[in-house]
């Protein structure tokens, strides 16, 4: 089968060499396999005749039988368009060309009954189709109807005539020849506990469905065995690093009791004691540990990984702690260093403006084993830097940190790996996470702490400058600082610079008694970090910036985030960035400005802000909205690698495909039994594919 399916696409009757060429570039399309797997996104209902009589307003297509009684050229040059009248028992209906003119004056012939399909507008109280789809009456389309597949096309494709109907053409082409090569891949016990079609019904189904019953039949099947693969595929890494890691016995919690006891500074939250209930399990069982900790912005992860922290360095290890930037890093140190100081644990920072006479310090503290927790950017990679016995390894934000920088975290110890406790921010939708990060274990915290007032949000338009400016003034007058926050749209860095001076301009303007800071991504870091450094030592009262200042940066006085143009964010930036203010014991506020002109997406957005605080229901609202791809930005996208699965949609299949993995693994992890030979022939057909093992290949 692997054979056929292999076969290059140009050796399908009606493609060939230049059509192949176009497909490979537009649609990633080489092999029968690929195009066999390219699903329309949608479908055309031609199951229903409508009577000219029964179209209304609400219809987005209609199908219609009847006769050209009229037709005519209306206008000249540029404006001329073909108009014919159409008629059936119960009325009339205009059709109109404004391209492909003559085609349509040759071929529409009166007298001829026709099938008519397309998008009905209303004129007064007639409707006109422009540019429908027409054909002569035949006992094939007309004796019973179908469901007409849409594929997604680019603009190219369509320039050199390949829509729809020609991808349709192909596809049935194909099947012709493949029907009898597709092989199952589930179990047959599988396909009967889910009610579930065959493979070889399901791609008949998916692309030209005889029903809408078998059409959802199709995609329900198609969609289960992706994620059933994909969650299969995560599992099983999981399982073989578990099987294969052993890791660091960490089960003296003296250190962690006296901390609880004695200079624990406020009670932690249900949600935190869930969690490092959850990592102590870990870090004790004598596997080593990988977990994502969520949780969102003022949550409390800090003081769970500190506590964590203890449990390493009680166990006779050292901790290390991983940040992207230089002032993320000198936060967390500050942060941790109060309560590292009153437990008497050495702990040191390390970045790359660290002295060279303090980096031989730490480098000799560290590899002494004196040096309990050492906190740093990237420096912490650098050859030099060796531990006596790393024990466990945090990495803050871990999106902005790739898999060959972590791996290097991981060979700092010589042996036994060291724990991993991986933390965000931001919030990933359940599905998303099972997704992308189905390997690692999930641990969340979705509490504030006690006292936390949240956030309001505000919606104003751009009318409303005046008011808004006051209620800055305000704000400030009381000793509160501002963020005023501008957006960044990659294509052009200029013109966003332009837009963020005019804006400091205007802003000066309008506070000329202020000291104002400005923070740009085109600055030089140092530059940078000197404007944020004077913001937070309240030098300056108002912050003018980028994105830039979106991640982790903590300035408890700053208490209202002005968001410019926030129709131009997405959800999950627009909640990372309110989430700069409300870190003190202060009302915070966040202002979303925006024009009057609202999409409806962004409307969603704005309202949702205004609606709630909750970064989990935000994020779940973002990847109904964006999709997953864009949700993680791009370098992850491409981690999905999704056929027809969505992940805003189809969670409950995910659930009971990721289910089904972890049951089929608990009973058979090495898939040894006869009744899971299907599954195993399909993983090792497919492995080379790495992400997907659901392809046909």
């Known amino acids: 089968m692997s054979g056929f399916f292999d076969t290059p696409v140009e050796f399908l009757k009606g493609v060939g060499p230049q059509r192949s060429a176009l497909l490979n570039k537009e649609l990633n399309i080489f092999t029968f396999g690929d195009l066999i797997q390219y699903y329309p996104f949608r479908y055309e209902d031609r199951t229903k005749f409508y009577t000219i009589q029964e179209i209304n307003d609400e219809m987005p297509h209609v199908q219609v039988k009847g006769m050209i009684i009229k037709k005519e050229l209306i206008g000249a040059g540029a404006r001329k368009r073909l108009a014919a009248i159409f008629k059936d028992a119960t009325g009339e209906m205009e059709l109109v060309w404004f391209q492909g003119i003559k085609w349509a004056q040759e071929k529409l012939q009166p007298g001829v009954e026709y099938v008519v399909f397309g998008r009905p507008n209303r004129f007064g109280k007639k409707f006109s189709i422009a540019h429908p789809e027409i054909e002569p009456v035949t006992t094939a389309n007309t004796s019973h109807g179908y469901l007409q597949p849409v594929y997604p096309l680019t603009e190219k494709l369509k320039s050199r005539y390949i829509d729809s109907k020609a991808i349709s053409k192909l596809l049935r082409e194909l099947l012709v020849l493949a029907k009898d090569k597709i092989r199952e891949t589930l179990p047959v016990s599988m396909i009967n506990q889910f009610r579930m079609i065959g493979k070889q019904q399901a791609l008949i189904n998916i692309h030209f469905p005889q029903s809408h019953d078998l059409m959802a039949a199709a995609q329900h099947r198609l969609k289960f065995e992706e994620l059933f693969y994909i969650q299969l595929r995560l599992l099983k890494m999981k399982l073989i690093r578990q099987d294969s890691f052993r890791g660091q016995v960490f089960n003296d919690a003296a250190l962690l009791t006296k901390f609880y006891n004695e200079f624990l500074p406020f009670p932690l939250t249900d949600a935190q004691k869930k969690v490092i209930k959850e990592i102590y399990a870990d870090l004790k069982s004598g596997k080593q540990m990988n977990r994502l900790l969520q949780g969102d912005v003022g949550s409390g992860k800090t003081i769970v990984a500190f506590v964590c922290a203890l449990i390493s360095i009680g166990g006779g290890a050292q901790c290390a702690l991983m940040a992207p930037t230089e002032i993320l890093a000198q936060q967390h140190f500050n942060n941790l260093s109060k309560y590292a100081s009153l437990m008497k644990i050495p702990i040191a920072l390390l970045t790359g403006s660290t002295k060279k006479s303090e980096r031989k310090q730490i480098h000799e503290a560290l590899q002494s084993g004196v040096l309990k927790i050492l906190i740093g950017t990237h420096a912490l990679l650098e050859e030099e830097v060796k531990f006596q016995n790393l024990g466990l390894a945090i990495i803050d934000e871990q999106h902005r940190f790739g898999v ?218 973002d990847l109904k909205l964006r999709g997953p791809g864009d949700l993680m930005g791009t370098q992850q996208s491409g981690a999905l690698d999704l056929m027809i699965a969505d992940l805003g949609k189809d969670g409950k299949i995910l659930q009971a495909a990721r289910e089904t993995a972890i049951r089929l693994l608990e009973d058979d992890p090495e898939l040894k039994k006869p009744e899971n030979t299907v599954i195993l022939n399909q993983v090792e057909r497919t492995k080379k594919s790495a992400v997907n093992w659901s392809k046909i290949s």
């Open 404 to 621: 060959a920088q972590r791996s290097k975290l991981w060979n700092k110890n010589a042996g036994l790996y060291p724990h991993v406790l991986v933390m965000t921010a931001t919030p990933i939708p359940r599905t998303l996470a099972m997704t992308l990060y189905g390997d690692l274990d999930i641990s969340v915290i979705d509490q504030l702490p006690a006292g936390r007032k949240p956030i309001k949000t505000i919606h104003k338009y751009d009318s409303h400058r005046l008011q808004v400016n006051q209620f800055l003034k305000e704000q400030i007058a009381t000793g509160r600082q501002v963020y005023i926050v501008y957006p960044l749209i990659e294509e052009s860095e200029k013109l966003d610079l332009k837009h963020l001076m005019d804006g400091y301009e205007s802003i000066s303007r309008a506070f000329p008694d202020e000291a104002i800071s400005i923070v740009h991504g085109q600055m030089k870091p140092d530059a940078k970090d000197y404007e944020m450094k004077r913001f937070l030592k309240r030098e300056t009262s108002i912050m003018v910036a980028t994105t830039v200042i979106e991640v982790g940066v903590d300035v408890p006085n700053a208490s209202v985030m002005v968001i410019e143009n926030a129709e131009r964010f997405g959800l999950s930036q627009l909640h990372q960035l309110r989430g700069r203010v409300g870190r003190g014991a202060e009302q915070s506020f966040c202002i979303l400005m925006t024009s009057f002109k609202l999409s409806a997406d962004s409307k969603i957005r704005i309202d949702t802000m205004v609606r709630t605080n909750n970064g989990f229901e935000i994020s779940e609202t």
